[in-house]
């Protein structure tokens, strides 16, 4: 039988991986200016949705690869 760690592990990766992706659509939307913000503040905001979003996916699949 597997651990119950394991499974919350699991599953709070799939999440950061969903949360990942998401930031990395909001981070597409303000390099294609779409949304309402000012010009230097769309590119500072599409540089952290990006990393944001990097770093969702990595750590998400690191959680969802790890073995316990």
């Not at 999440?15 to 000012?38: C, D, E, K, N, T």
Request: zero cysteines; a positive charge; glycine letters at 10%.
């Amino acid at each position: 039988m597997t651990e119950p760690r394991a499974g919350h592990a699991r599953l709070v990766g799939k999440l950061l991986a969903l949360s990942g992706l998401f930031m990395l659509g909001v981070a597409f939307a303000a390099w294609l200016r779409w949304l309402p913000y000012a010009e230097g503040t769309m590119n500072t905001l599409a540089k952290v949705f990006a990393a944001t979003g990097v770093i969702d996916l990595v750590l998400g699949f690191f959680l969802m690869s790890r073995n316990n």
